[in-house]
Nanobody
Framework: QVQLVESGGGLVQAGGSLRLSCAAS????????VGWFRQAPGKEREFVAA????????DYADSVKGRFTISRDNAKNTVYLQMNSLKPEDTAVYYC????????????WGQGTQVTVSS
């Protein structure tokens, strides 16, 4: 079975940076698109960013454009989310998930990693 594990979350001050990792075990995710989502307390889960299997295509939510960068290293079966210029509004649990392609539905999800941005 596919397992996705997020890591790299933590506490950071506003304006700081964090890099999240999404590591896959079991079947490789190299042929899948991967997306990052987040969910703040009392709010719906929202899309953050996505990357195609080759890394050639990326997509970002308007709220993170220019601040977050998604990338992948298929040799390591890992997708990254570099988060710069963090704001308190970015505080949430961040999840990664795999998809057959950009814009398609997601079938496997990780358990999430907490990101807290203080002011």
């Amino acid at each position: 079975q596919v397992q996705l594990v997020e890591s790299g979350g933590g506490l950071v001050q506003a304006g700081g940076s964090l890099r999240l990792s999404c590591a896959a075990s079991g079947r490789t995710i190299s042929l899948y698109a991967v997306g990052w989502f987040r969910q703040a307390p009392g709010k719906e889960r929202e899309f953050v960013a996505a990357i195609s299997w080759s890394g050639g295509s990326t997509d970002y939510a308007d709220s993170v454009k220019g601040r977050f960068t998604i990338s992948r290293d298929n040799a390591k079966n890992t997708v990254y989310l570099q988060m710069n210029s963090l704001k308190p509004e970015d505080t949430a649990v961040y999840y990664c998930a795999r998809s057959p392609g950009m814009g398609a539905s997601y079938d496997y999800w990780g358990q999430g990693t907490q990101v807290t941005v203080s002011s």
